[in-house]
């Protein structure tokens, strides 16, 4: 950087001459010149360190070399002068309810270590800040130990053979070069020992970044959604927090500016919430993934247009219900498919199974083992199960005694109808379809839960549902479920 100049006045034909009138315009002019060049000395003398005067104070000019200052910090010295410092400041024992500034040492007294300092805080208990990454270990006191009583073993077989040496002259002479390889050892030794401390604290420095980049990513649990990362940096896509408030882990979205529920608000696939409903209450409490929700008043299926479910805490309905009302919301868990197979890659993938019902499985394709485990029927109906753990069950069943007579707003449904699963599922997040026709062949029923189903393993309780009442005592049901074996 080339030297600045407040004002020039070297040139010897612009300076006033001796015995010569000088025009008040370039006096004032040359006024102007010199009033500017302290303006500006001014300006950087305000920007510039100052030290405030002392009696005695020593000079503060700096006249280190750019070379004697190499990977040297600016500070000051124990009597207040500028120096060129280390870097790093030895603080003695490490104490609680003392701060630390970054480069500072110290020494653990009970394990000897020494630790550096990496963020400026107030030390509270020693574990807790090494964890958080405010300190880091620097030398492993264990590690130079060990190299220590190495050099003292060496140092001592040496003294040994010195003193054996003086038993006779010619072993004097195998002792000396005994004690010469000995203290060659030493030597070594202690500079393995100062290797161990080196790489002790090249290690620290590589956890510190270990931990920091971690620290980085997840934010640990917070009341509330930060604003930056735990360094202050901006956020970026994917770092996740843990929200006390609602107990789920969160992720943030870069594109939305804000962070959303790293998984889904339902727990499993579906949760079902039943209300009894006060006259005229339109709004409803629910979790689900919005807008994946279904509502049931007095068990009839609302349409979406009836009701909104666009916040995913509450359901609230278009017009309001009057007392008594039964009301259920259904809540589902969305999920996405990691990844999938076109039906050209599955049909290249899978042979295709002949023989219809005699198929037998144990000539299908394997991918570590069979992909069906076991198959079978009962009265209740037939199931099969995947070695991945799926299970499918399906029955198709004949009831005798299913009028569906009793009004249901606008439609109708059936007293209700028990499915006894062929087998019992090993989790309550399976899904149940059914459809159901008349015994004189007139078919487009369904069916839909009842509400006193309580999500079993072993059963599925529904209503048979029809637009028209019929009176008929014989019924087709056909049901099928999905879900978990294992």
Known sequence: ?????????????????????????????????????????????????K??????????????????????????????????KGGFAWRGDWATGTDYLVNDVFRDSVSKNLYLVQIFHTSTVLANNIASGLVSLSIDVSEVEAAKALAQNAASAASQSSDESDA?????????????????????????SSGFADDSAASAVSAAASYDDFDDRYLGPKASAPATDNDGDPLTDGVLYFDTTDKRMKVYDSTLGQFKNAGSTVDALYQRQNYVATEGQTTFAAQYDAPFVQVLTNGLLLPPGDYDASSGTEVVLNAGVSAGTEVTLIGLGAFQVADTWSKAEADTRYAEVTGGADANFTTMPQVGGDPIVESGSNADGEWTRWSDGTQACHARQVKTS?????????????????WTFPVAFSADTYGVSGVSSRGDG??????????????????????LLSTVSSASAIRNVSTHAIGRWQ
């Open 1 to 49: 950087m080339a030297e600045k100049v407040y004002y020039d006045n070297s040139d010897e034909g612009q300076r006033f001459q001796s015995a010569t009138i000088a025009e008040a315009e370039a006096v004032d002019e040359k006024f102007d010149q010199v009033a500017t060049g302290l303006s500006e000395a001014e300006q950087d003398t305000r920007r510039a360190l």
């Open 51 to 84: 030290f405030p005067f002392e009696p005695g104070m020593a000079s503060q000019e700096f006249l280190v070399t750019a070379l004697q200052r190499r990977n040297k910090v600016l500070g000051f010295d124990d009597k207040g002068n500028v120096a060129v």
């Open 168 to 192: 006779s002259a010619s072993a004097s002479e195998t002792s000396a070069n005994a004690s010469e390889v000995s203290r060659i050892n030493s030597e070594s030794s202690a500079v393995a």
């Open 402 to 418: 299913s009028a569906v007579t009793t009004s249901l707003g606008s439609m109708y449904r059936s007293s209700t109808q028990t």
């Open 442 to 463: 007139y078919s487009g029923g369904s069916i839909l839960a009842d509400p006193s189903w309580a999500d079993e393993l072993t059963q599925f309780k529904y209503v």
